[in-house]
């Protein structure tokens, strides 16, 4: 992720689907529909593919590039840092309010950043009224690391050349370098060459973010530092000391540094759930600080959901904040993966890590489902978070039924909650099983699925396409 300074300007519903043998026309349509939304999720934000992975562009042999060092942007950085460690000693004697602001700037500024320059302006992941492009432009200005559009452009190139001489923060050349040490020295030549080919049309004919980068200097100076240093000052009495090396320059250094670790340990420490091939890595302590942005493995992969993650709010801040403008109309056309996508890529990708539960969440179960006809049974792993649903669509059959097991080396489960819905959100059915001995829970579908039928009137044979089956894990 992009952060400020002196470098050169460049020119201008989660759905698995596990079967039993049915006939081999039904079976085609499975094949078919399946195809069908493995082809629709390439085309899930059409408008814009500039943040792509081009897999065709490699570093020429050689040695890497030389360095060329800014002293004015080390000097700068040094000088934060400097004030920013003199504002961890006068915490203890801030007051309360100052505390409390200093949080709320850093939650405001890193707003910023991953909802607004992140996901809405470099991936296009959802769409956003004017009120919250608005709050989200003077959030941005406040987290201080360059204006959106420098910002959105050097990360798309990032994504499109990502861990090569064109990407501007290549982790492959160390922690330091990736964290910070980029922007301390002059832009490679790929990454100039490679911005500078960038469509960034779609950008530069938003009015808002042309306005930013025209007055960007002085919306950074009140946004960033006087802001910050004069309510608590103003309002609740608290020393001007206090209030610029603890509000201003330790927050600032703090939303810097958690902005870097994405570059940096996002890329270097983690697992690789959905692509063991490239370096994103999935780190949930990260998006504690990240508010969302820790999931890089899942991000690299999917940069056009607008999650940033497969599991919605579960250590995702930012997730739940996009949800609630939506909630309220200021957000749209919010865009979210095919849950049969992800499992694909996982299966034809992934390090092993999903399936173990390594990549999954503390806390989380994994749910081995299966269904049997006869002597034929298919069975599926999943990972449940407390509270989640599972959904599985269900390919009905006369014996079919669904067992569902903990993992003895996972969270342990207690009970058990299903009910069955058809595809459009009406519930057909609910029932509680609590699990008081052993670890088998079985729960069969046959009653179920046999009201739903004669309430709706279903052939058997269409049903698969009609039912979802959930175990909610509580």
């Known amino acids: 992720m992009p952060v400020p300074l002196l470098q050169e300007k460049i020119s201008d519903s989660s759905t698995t689907t596990i079967m039993t043998p049915l006939s081999t026309d039904l079976q085609n349509k499975r094949e078919k529909l399946k195809d069908l939304a493995l082809h629709l999720v390439e085309d899930i934000r059409p408008e814009m593919k500039e943040d792509i992975h081009d897999p065709s562009y490699q570093d020429e042999v050689g040695p890497a590039p ?24 006068l915490v ?22 991953t909802a607004g320059a992140h996901r809405l302006w470099s991936h296009r992941t959802y769409k956003a009224r004017l009120p919250l492009r608005l709050f989200l432009i003077i959030a941005n200005s406040m987290a201080f690391q360059n204006d959106v559009y420098e910002w959105a ?25 990736c964290h910070v040490g980029w922007l301390l020295v002059r832009k490679q030549p790929a ?22 980068r025209r007055y960007y200097s002085p919306s950074v100076l009140l946004m960033c ?34 902005t870097w670790l994405v570059n940096s340990v996002a890329h270097l420490y983690g697992y690789r759930p ?17 508010l969302g942005e820790g999931f890089h493995n899942y991000h690299h992969i999917f940069p056009y959901d607008y999650s940033a ?53 503390p806390n989380s179960s994994i749910i081995r489902v299966w269904i049997c006809a006869g002597e034929t049974p298919m069975q599926k792993e999943e990972t449940c978070l407390p509270s989640q649903y599972l959904h599985i669509t269900m390919w009905w059959n006369e014996e079919a039924h669904c067992q569902a097991l903990r993992n003895q080396h996972v969270h342990t489960l207690s009970s058990y909650k ?44 269409q049903l698969w396409a009609k039912m979802a089956f959930q175990i909610q894990n509580l």
């Open 191 to 212: 990454v100039k060459e490679k911005g500078g080919l960038l469509d960034m049309s779609d950008l530069k004919a938003e009015k808002l973010l042309m306005f930013q």
């Open 66 to 89: 030389k360095l060329e060092y800014v002293w004015r942007n080390i000097i700068l950085m040094a000088l934060l840092h400097l004030g920013a460690l003199y504002g961890i000693t």
């Open 225 to 258: 530092f006087i802001l910050p240093t004069l309510v608590p000052w103003y309002c609740w009495g608290e020393t001007f000391q206090h209030s610029l090396y603890v509000a201003a320059f330790l927050r600032y250094a703090v939303v810097l540094n958690v």
């Open 92 to 113: 203890p004697g801030c007051k309360a309010y100052t505390w409390l602001w200093a949080f709320l700037c850093y939650v405001f500024s890193i707003l910023g950043i």
């Open 309 to 361: 993650s497969e599991y919605r709010w579960s250590f995702n801040f930012t997730t739940f904040f996009i949800d609630c403008m939506a909630a309220i109309g200021l957000a749209y056309d919010l865009k979210k993966v095919p849950k049969a996508s992800i499992l694909a890529r996982i299966k034809r990708t992934g390090d092993g890590s999903y399936e173990s539960g390594c990549g999954a969440f």
């Open 153 to 177: 452009r050097d990360h798309r190139v990032h994504h499109k050349f990502t861990e090569t001489h064109a990407d501007p923060h290549n982790s492959r050349r160390g922690f330091f370098f």
């Open 418 to 461: 299903s009910r069955l819905i058809d595809l459009g959100g009406q519930e057909l059915g609910e029932e509680r099983l609590d699990r008081s001995a052993g670890m088998n829970a079985v729960v069969p579908l046959n009653c179920h699925m046999k009201k739903a039928m004669e309430k709706q009137s279903i052939p058997k044979e």
């Open 274 to 290: 959905y692509d063991k091939n490239i370096e994103g890595r999935e780190n949930v302590l990260l998006s504690l600080g990240a």
